[in-house]
């Protein structure tokens, strides 16, 4: 994963990566955004191996979260947003994840 962001970044460099309703994203700026997010995932202390749980819709965000996750040789443990508090508490505690990264609107599930 991490060679892979890096060549497209480097490669594309000012190409269009992703254009959603919010923003447009060079592979460029994808690249330069996944590590930052990379960055702050290892302040938080996660390593390689670690296990991090992921709960947002299929956008933008989640990709970045999910490709920083891959950056550090951490395994993400993508969370279906549209399942129950039970089923969240199951795949955290089973898959082992150290970490719960959800998006705004899903702050009050993660809460719980």
Do not use: W
């Not at 923003?23 to 702050?40: E, K, M, Y």
């Not at 990709?63 to 279906?80: K, Q, S």
């Amino acid at each position: 994963m991490p060679a892979l962001v890096q060549a497209a970044a480097n490669g594309y460099g000012d190409k269009v990566c992703a254009i959603t309703p919010e923003r447009t994203v060079t592979f460029r700026q994808f690249g330069a955004d996944v590590a930052a997010i990379a960055i702050h995932l290892e302040t938080l202390g996660i390593r390689t191996g670690d296990r991090v749980a992921i709960l947002d819709v299929n956008s933008l965000n989640f990709l970045e979260t999910l490709c920083a996750v891959g950056v550090l040789g951490a395994i993400a443990v993508p969370l279906n947003y549209r399942q129950r508090l039970p089923e969240y508490r199951f795949q955290i505690e089973d898959s082992g994840a150290r970490l719960l990264l959800a998006s705004f609107r899903h702050g009050e599930e993660a809460a719980q």
